[in-house]
């Protein structure tokens, strides 16, 4: 009897661990499963994706220097 209540022990620590780690890393883990889904999508095809804001300009104020023009010396 002692083996099976260590075995339901051990079962119920491991599903208690497994939904901690469920919650902890919750955005990740969709962000990974959404990239796995769309992988495995045989109808995917990234250049149809509505979502630009990864090609936004990092500098999108015209003001700003450019981050790439060689920099000023440091005045002391």
């Known amino acids: 009897m002692a083996a099976i209540t260590s075995a339901l022990i051990a079962i119920a620590g ?14 990740c883990l969709e962000k990974g499963r959404d990239a796995i889904d769309r992988s495995l999508n045989p ?3 990234p250049d ?7 090609r936004a300009p ?12 060689p920099s000023a010396a440091i005045k002391a």
């Open 14 to 27: 491991v599903v208690l661990g497994w939904i901690a780690i469920e919650i902890a890393c919750k955005p």
């Open 43 to 45: 109808d995917y095809d």
């Open 48 to 54: 149809d994706n509505d979502d630009v804001s990864i």
């Open 58 to 69: 990092l500098n999108p104020n015209p003001d700003h220097p450019d981050p790439a023009a």
